[in-house]
């Protein structure tokens, strides 16, 4: 028989609460504004958001459902900041935790409803916005939510926190799958995500498995990003993308990368491992950034086959520090950039003068001094990459 909580006196309502664990607390605070005040007149803390984890375990789909219970009284709570990760592959995944609410943590896969019978465990309805979705849990914890259309799904729950709770998407990973629909979830989703009030942090292309030309374009052309850019992408070498990568820093390893594409943005940090970059390459961008010429760049670091030091710093005043031995170049108003080359991959990293770093006159030394030693390890370098080029070589043969 149930307990009339609410007609109980203060102190036997005080004294039954000490004996209830905080998951009910939290239960019992959801159910009506009235419980919530009664529980805050005994001393107990009824937010899901603001409760400690330590002693609570809940499963994805309890704490999916508690915060969407949290969500509809959220004007009466400080809401946390919330941490968004999304997966495309043959499955869509959306997994969620909270900066200073460790309770708010959960992971949902979206299927379409058709495919509700091939999923064995236990299952529940649950009300995510104006739609009442059925939820299956397997033995292992792990949730769908079915749809009509998974991307539906995914984009609700995007909606929720991206758009009401303007929490970004701190990484979008992208891999490449054989499901029918899949090219059209992808491009339902990346267009619902270039909306206003939408921010993609980072975003992961080709980490575990490679998409198509055609996806692999349109992602190139569509998203925006404000963070990292990252592809792990593999295309043929006839593959051609003039456009703009719309993002602050990018990591790319791909032979259809070259020089124009860095020419058309100004990013803060580059990583390239490409044949399609040159030794040439590298002096021409050099020489535009001493120019002036990409003013946000703080760091860059080129991969690439035959490193050849004496090429790549041609016609270029490069100093050394004494202290050191590590080499430098000057920029515009004042800026240089460190350089480190070694092993097949050229570095430099930007350090403005507000950093307190410039290079004072007795330190330097013009890098002619050294040209037979510089020749020398220039030869080194290229021997050494001609080595690992032939231990690869080797491998793939005995492969």
Known sequence: MPIPILRLPFLALKCLLNYTDRLEIIKLSLCSRKMDNALK??????????????????????????????????????????????TIEDRLRIFVFGQNCCLVRFEIYFECIGKIDQYVGKRKNLMIGENCVPLVIDEEGEVTAFW????????????????????????FQINGSNQLDYSTNLRKLVHYMSSPGIEIESIIIGYERKVSDKDFKYLLENVIVTGNFIIHERVPKNFKFDGKIKAESIRVDGNWFTLQHLLNTDYSEIHVGSHGITNEDIRRFMELWIAGEF?????????????????????????????????????????????????????????????????????????????????????EEESEYDEDEEEEEETDSDN
């Open 148 to 171: 009509n259309n998974k991307a539906n799904g995914m984009i609700s729950m995007i909606d929720c926190f991206c758009v009401n709770y303007k929490s970004p998407i701190e990484e």
């Open 295 to 379: 003013p946000s760049l703080r760091h860059c670091e080129f991969v690439i086959k035959k490193l050849s030091i004496r090429t790549a710093l041609s016609g270029i005043a490069v100093r050394k520090y004494h202290r050191n031995f590590e080499k430098s170049i000057k920029g515009k108003d004042g800026a240089y950039a460190e350089l480190d080359c070694y092993h097949g991959v050229f570095r430099f990293r930007v350090i403005k003068p507000r950093e307190g770093n410039e290079i004072e006159e007795g330190e330097e030394q013009e890098e002619s001094e050294d040209e037979e030693r510089e020749d020398d390890q220039d030869e």
């Open 41 to 86: 007149r005994c001393g107990k803390n009824g937010s899901f958001f603001q409760n400690p984890c330590y002693g609570i375990n809940t499963s994805s789909a309890e704490n999916l459902e508690l915060f969407l219970l949290e969500m509809k009284r959220s004007g009466e709570h400080t809401i946390p900041q919330f941490h968004v990760y999304l």
